[in-house]
T-cell receptor, first 114, second 111 residues
């Protein structure tokens, strides 16, 4: 069981570029969650998705950020026109369809905007 | 929505002493309360969890207690070791859909 896979591990983008972060849930998990962690801060919820559905996006900034979890392939967190304030670690977690127990995190993508 | 507060923000203990981290939550409908440990540059990892129908749970040197009436829960680490040094996060579920995290506690175990 490969666990929750995130890539890339590190991503450097210039201001104004787009960042695409990928997350493949654990085998058997159908729920995906994205969190942002600023340096020396906590885990802030961004969005919760199931296949082809956004269930809760209450933590997503209104502009430039979007997420999807297509029928085939990984979940994608997209940040358009990145700014320095977007620099952070972005963690993805997944859980099984049976419930929230077993919530497992990936290794994260560290985004640096230069 | 759910709000989770965590105290203290930093905690220094001598090796062998106990460490206690406390959290309060706002939503009385929350039923699941996990604790995660995050080492520098790594992913948060689940160390122990508790459901609302249980008051206490132990796993070797780690225990969690829950007071559902008062809406608070605590992590207890006994006989601390240097490898326990990390950031610890508490969390509470929001309608069984997602986890809302506390701000974290930096635990330093001095040898």
């Amino acid at each position: 069981n490969a666990g929750v896979m995130q890539n890339p591990r590190h991503l450097v983008r210039r201001r104004g570029q787009e960042a695409r972060l990928r997350c493949s849930p654990m085998k058997g998990h159908s729920h995906v969650y994205w969190y942002r962690q600023l340096p020396e801060e906590g885990l802030k919820f961004m969005v919760y998705l199931q296949k082809e559905n956004i269930i809760d996006e209450s933590g997503m900034p209104k502009e430039r950020f979007s997420a999807e979890f297509p029928k085939e392939g990984p979940s994608i967190l997209r940040i358009q026109q990145v700014v320095r304030g977007d620099s952070a670690a972005y963690f993805c977690a997944s859980s099984p369809p049976t419930g929230i127990e077993g919530y497992t995190f990936g290794s994260g993508t560290r985004l640096t905007v230069v | 929505g759910e709000n989770v507060e965590q105290h203290p923000s930093t905690l220094s203990v001598q090796e062998g002493d106990s460490a206690v981290i406390k959290c309060t939550y706002s939503d009385s409908a929350s039923n699941y309360f996990p604790w995660y440990k995050q080492e520098l540059g790594k992913r948060p990892q689940l160390i122990i969890d508790i459901r609302s129908n249980v008051g206490e749970k132990k796993d070797q040197r780690i225990a969690v207690t829950l007071n559902k009436t008062a809406k608070h829960f605590s992590l207890h680490i006994t006989e601390t070791q240097p490898e326990d040094s990390a950031v610890y996060f508490c969390a509470a579920d929001h309608y069984g859909n997602k986890l809302v995290f506390g701000a974290g506690t930096i635990l330093r175990v001095k040898s």
